[in-house]
């Protein structure tokens, strides 16, 4: 009994379909009520009780087999129906691709940083571009006569030699937003503050009147150099690697006492070289002075980087004006 | 700032090569910023023996020389007239290098010159870079071993010169002696200062009268004379020094002043005591501008109020910026008169800036010198002149002195010290530290010290300050990790912040690429965009194309386009978030300046390009309105904004009555001004004013879906053509209830049929209620009411 249904299986699976009315014959022979699988059920009767479990078993199998051929058969014969193809129905036809948005480059490179910083704790301030001397520099411990001051360094808006009324300049950095938080808010204060900033530079390759930063403020009651410094090296190791060479040097800015600055060791086709990457400092006491927090209890640190630089190093773009073009050429490298 | 490592050397014992030293300064805050080698190793470089010279067979002016080099005897060709039989002479061998003054390198190699052969070349002081004589080669002792290597023989070594960039804040380190101070301080090495304390002498100079009229801006003035000089060229050790750091040398007097400069830091002027007219000398400032011949041979215009050295006849230097050419040291000069003063730092910048000339001089004046050096200073100098120039120092001096400088005290816990760098520094480090950058250090108290501060810190005066030096010489990279970390709960981010991620993610998320442009224009392009009385313009503009700041983002994408179209682009769409300025009766921020955050979105060009399957089609202004509204939709506005037709080219959106957004089509006089023949479209939106409008709470609640399918009613108006669609619209939401759910165009039609100047327009309703499927008879009161509304309004007629 078993070899008569396994011949029958050897029938089925050497049969072929390739047209309709094979496709009948196919079903008539085998499929129909007086076909070879309905009278091979029929034997059902005279197989003995021990072995009716598995001959069923096996029956079953050849009866799915020829049903399964004949729909696959069925259905491939369905998909080669001949459809009347026209000249723009080929598939092969070329498309423009979807446009789609994106951000700019120094956005990421912001985004990025302003993630690194979220991960740690800060929030994020934001402030104006047009300041007045007091939050862009007589808070930040700027005396009278710094060359900052300079006309040839600052654009100013407002210049008045009347002591009631400020200048006005367009700021230099972003830190008018420390002061302007260190007055909104009591300790601890932990925020960055990006944005853009200006200064009085022809327009070349390396140099630009504009440009963006991101500067970090944390005010609380025993913020110490060592932290500040922690706090950098998890920057630093957060952006640009987890084995990222780095060392600190002291340097000076009139608004941080101690201050210093940062280099990571950068690669490149010479070997490599220090690229100094942000400064920092503890907040000066005449700035704590300066927005009525007492710096005899509180101490805090600040540090700046430059977003343009970071995103021209990340990118290896190597002409700062390439970021203020908009060539739609440029801006489509960047992904999302 | 340059520093010779060699004349580093001469303060300080290291076993430092240059480039650990460099390591060391920089993290001291001296920051190296390049390190260059001078000189050479002479490597390959032999004293020879000259055994014969013959001349050349085919060369007049070549010669041909047998030298001995101890291991070989070699022929060498030499051009060199002076080349003599027995000489000992530097010789080049095979391989080695000589460096070429155009920073190349020259390697010597075997040669055929005319026809004979040369193995090494015998070198004159100039080939070898140890001097200017170029007459002849450079003949040796003659007591030489020959073969012995050269650099032996002579006492130069090759230097290394680290330029460091100096911050503002460290005037005392300007010099050689200052860096030493520093080097010493960290390897606790001992400076070597050959500055010693100067016993004033008793009576002042009798040969020259100095009067101080401005002692406002000058300190101090000290006067020596040195007279019997004799003015050469400087012995070669001073020339080196000079040479090393860039400066050229000029002669024994001029050399002398430049060398205590940049040893110690002290500027002096040397003046020919013979032509100091009246043997006067006030210092003063003119409250007019002066005219006045510098050294350079520049006449320039100096400013009032600028101090001036005086003889009796008038200015002959500005004072401390640099001398004047009446009465510079000449050849002929036999008595020099030594000036060494302090003006006043404020003063000399002002005066520096003015006449736009910095010298090594105004450079460390401006920066604040120290008030106590005058004296020593000008001593060292004129000891050093009588000794080159085997003159005779004065044994009298002058030093006016009406303004003296207070030392200061200041104190310093060292709890704090470790409070504020996060250390755990000992009280003798700190004190030890201090000591070594020759603070004077007592302990008062257990927890205080006592520092006095050197007259060369100025920068110091406060803890603080002491707590940097503490900390630089401890070196930063050595102060632990915390331990701890400073956690606490972060505060939840600011609204503002989270609305502007939205609006910029949601500005991508509408397929738009995001552009940064200028905040700055030009006056031109401004006045395309907003009244003049609106500008604000900076007073000190980097260029004329960027004076005014951008009262709207529109220029920087028009700008944008035009770079693109000139470069074959055909499809921008493009956004941008940034401020906008305008003049203000009140301000944002500061008063009269309004300072608002806005988004652009600009189209321009094509959104579908020809191509097989169809025309190209440009943008439209609706395709930015429906952009416009998406956004609105999204940020949960869309039903609270209103719409108010400015023109047939401008639509404004309104929140509140207040403008929120205007979307334009941009008119032709514009895109002329921007050099812009395609057509665009912006639509400029307020953030900072959606923002303010208190709606940015994001807070969802799930509003329930009607399970029921919509109603939807077809109806076409004809009204007159001035009739605005949005006016229609507007009116149709009032007539109805909230079932009503939108309002559709779908077709706008005009033909002679309708009569001249009307127009038809076909609205579809799509009604809707949450409870139950609606039928024609739950909306025909409601379609009944709109078309009695607009007919009475717009005398709107209903088209069958």
Not at chain 2, 303 to 330: H, Y
Not at chain 2, 472 to 483: A, G, L, S, W
Not at chain 2, 596 to 610: A, D, P, R
Not at chain 2, 626 to 653: C, I, P, T
Request: proline fraction near 4%; charged fraction near 30%; aromatic fraction near 8%.
């Amino acid at each position: 009994m078993i070899d008569k249904i396994e011949g029958l299986k050897k029938e089925i699976q050497n049969s072929t379909i390739t047209n309709e009315d094979e496709l009948e014959q196919f079903r008539l022979t085998f499929l129909s009520r007086n076909g070879k699988v309905q009278s091979m059920f029929g034997l059902m009767g005279k197989v003995p009780n021990e072995e009716k479990a598995a001959v069923g078993k096996a029956m079953n199998e050849v009866k799915n087999l020829a049903q399964s051929t004949f729909d696959e058969a069925k259905k491939a014969l369905e998909n080669t129906e001949e459809k009347v193809f026209g000249a723009s129905d080929d598939i092969s036809l070329p498309v423009q691709p979807t446009y789609t948005g994106s951000f700019h480059p120094l956005t990421q490179a912001l985004n990025e940083i302003k993630q690194i910083f979220l991960r740690l704790g800060f929030n994020i301030a934001d402030g104006p571009e047009l300041e007045d001397d007091f939050h862009n520099f007589t808070a930040l411990n700027f005396p009278p006569d710094h060359p900052a001051r300079d006309m040839q360094d600052t654009f100013f808006v407002r210049k008045s030699d009347n002591e009631s009324e400020q200048d006005y300049v367009l700021r230099t950095h972003t830190s008018p937003v420390q002061i302007r938080l260190m007055k909104d808010q009591k300790p601890p204060i932990r925020s960055i503050m990006p944005g853009r900033v200006y200064r009085n530079e022809a327009v070349t390759a390396k140099s630009y009147f504009q440009f963006n930063q991101v500067e970090g403020l944390y005010i609380d009651e025993h913020v110490t150099l060592g932290e500040l410094i922690e706090t950098l090296v998890m920057f630093a190791k957060l952006m640009y690697g987890s084995d990222v060479k780095y060392k600190v040097r002291p340097s000076y800015f009139p608004f941080t006492e101690p201050s210093l600055e940062m280099d990571i060791w950068w690669e490149n086709e010479k070997g490599g070289q220090w690229l100094e990457i942000l400064g920092a400092g503890m907040v000066d006491p005449n700035v704590l002075d300066a927005v009525n927090v007492d710096s005899e209890k509180y101490t805090g640190f600040a540090f700046g980087m430059g977003v343009d630089r970071i995103a021209l190093l990340r990118y290896g773009i190597d002409d700062i004006r390439t970021l203020y073009e908009n060539d739609i050429r440029f801006l489509r490298q960047f992904k999302s | 700032m340059k520093i010779s490592t060699n004349w580093l050397r001469e303060y300080i014992e290291t076993p430092l090569d240059a480039d650990e030293i460099a390591d060391k300064l920089t993290l001291l805050g001296l920051e190296v910023e390049g390190i260059e080698k001078i000189g050479s190793d002479y490597e390959g470089i032999v004293v020879g023996e000259i055994l014969g010279v013959k001349a050349h067979p085919n060369a007049d002016r070549l010669q041909l020389c047998e030298v001995h080099l101890g291991n070989e005897q070699v022929q060498i060709v030499c051009g060199a007239k002076n080349v003599a039989k027995g000489q000992k002479v530097p010789v080049a061998v095979v391989g080695a290098t000589l460096p070429l003054p155009d920073g190349d390198e020259l390697t010597i190699r075997k040669a055929k010159l005319r026809g004979e052969k040369s193995e090494g070349m015998i070198c004159s002081e100039v080939e070898l870079g140890i001097g200017d004589d170029n007459s002849g080669i450079m003949v040796l002792d003659e007591s030489l071993k020959t073969g012995s290597p050269f650099k032996e023989t002579i006492n130069t070594k090759p230097d290394y010169i680290l330029e460091i960039g100096l911050t503002p804040n460290r005037p005392d380190a300007a010099c050689h002696i200052g860096v030493a101070r520093d080097l010493a301080a960290v390897i606790e090495g001992e400076l070597k200062n050959p500055y010693q304390e100067v016993e004033k002498s008793a009576e002042d100079l009798s040969f020259i009268n100095v009067n101080i009229e401005d002692t406002e801006k000058c300190h101090r003035y000290v006067g020596m004379m040195v007279n019997e000089v004799t003015v050469s060229e400087s012995p070669e050790w001073l020339k080196t020094r000079l040479k090393s750091i860039g400066l050229r040398p000029v002669n024994n007097i001029v050399d002398v002043t430049n060398f205590v400069l940049h040893e110690i830091g002290q500027p002096l002027h040397a003046f020919d005591y013979a032509k100091i007219a009246s043997k006067k000398i006030n210092v003063k400032s003119f409250d007019k501008e002066v005219t006045f011949k510098t050294l350079d041979d520049v006449d320039r215009k100096v400013p009032a109020n600028t101090l001036f050295i005086c003889d009796g006849d008038g200015p002959v230097a500005v004072a401390g910026v640099m001398g004047g050419k009446s009465s510079e040291v000449s050849d002929e000069t036999k008595t020099v008169f030594i000036e060494s003063a302090y003006f006043d730092p404020t003063s000399v910048r002002k005066a520096s800036k003015a006449l736009t000339l910095q010298t090594d001089s105004s450079y460390r004046f401006e920066r604040g010198i120290d008030p106590t050096l005058q004296l020593r200073a000008a001593k060292r100098a004129a000891d050093l002149i009588a000794e080159l120039s085997g003159g005779k120092v004065v044994a009298q001096q002058t030093d006016e002195h009406p303004v003296k400088t207070d030392q200061k005290t200041v104190s310093l816990r060292p709890s704090r010290v470790n409070h504020l760098l996060g250390t755990d520094l000992g009280k003798e480090e700190i004190s030890g530290i201090l000591t070594r950058l020759e603070f004077g250090v007592t302990s008062k108290s257990e927890d205080e010290l006592t520092c006095i501060v050197p007259y060369f810190r100025p920068d110091v005066s406060r803890e603080v300050d002491l707590i940097e030096e503490v900390g630089r010489v401890f070196d930063y990279n050595n102060i632990p990790t915390p331990k701890t970390s400073p956690f606490f709960t972060p505060e939840t981010l600011s609204e503002w912040e989270v609305y502007n991620e939205r609006v910029r993610t949601l500005a991508k998320s509408l397929s738009y690429k995001e552009i940064t442009t200028n905040s700055l224009l030009s006056k031109k392009e401004a006045s395309l965009l907003a009244d003049e009385n609106l500008h604000i313009d900076t007073l000190n503009p980097v260029s004329q194309e960027n004076t005014t700041l951008r009262t709207h983002l529109l220029a920087g994408f028009l700008k944008a386009a035009r770079y693109n179209f000139n470069r074959n682009a055909k499809q921008l769409r493009f956004f941008e978030l940034g401020h906008v300025f305008q003049q203000d009766k009140k301000g944002t921020w500061i008063d009269g300046v309004k300072e608002h955050s806005n988004l652009l979105f600009g189209l321009s060009g094509y959104k579908k390009f020809e191509s097989w399957d169809g025309k190209p089609e440009p943008f439209s202004i609706f395709d930015l309105k429906a952009d416009v509204e998406a956004f609105f939709r999204e940020l949960n506005v869309h039903d609270k904004v209103e719409q108010v037709v400015q023109s047939n080219y401008e639509l404004e959106y309104q929140l509140d009555g207040n403008s929120v957004a205007i979307i334009k089509m941009i008119d032709d006089s514009t895109l002329k001004g921007f050099d812009l023949e395609e057509e665009a479209f912006t639509a400029e939106i307020d953030i900072t004013a959606l923002y303010n409008a208190g709606l940015a709470n994001r807070d969802t609640e799930y509003q329930k879906v009607s399970k029921y399918p919509s109603f939807e009613f077809d109806a076409a108006f004809i009204v007159d053509s001035e009739v605005r669609a949005g006016d229609l619209s507007k009116e149709i939401r009032r007539s109805a209830d909230e079932t009503l759910v939108s309002v559709d165009v779908f077709d706008v039609y005009e033909g002679k049929n309708l009569g001249s100047n009307k127009k038809s327009i076909a609205f579809r309703l799509s009604f809707l209620d949450s409870n139950k499927t609606l039928t024609i008879k739950d909306v025909e009161p409601m379609v009944k009411k709109i078309v009695q509304a607009l007919e009475s309004k717009f005398e709107a007629k209903l088209r069958s």
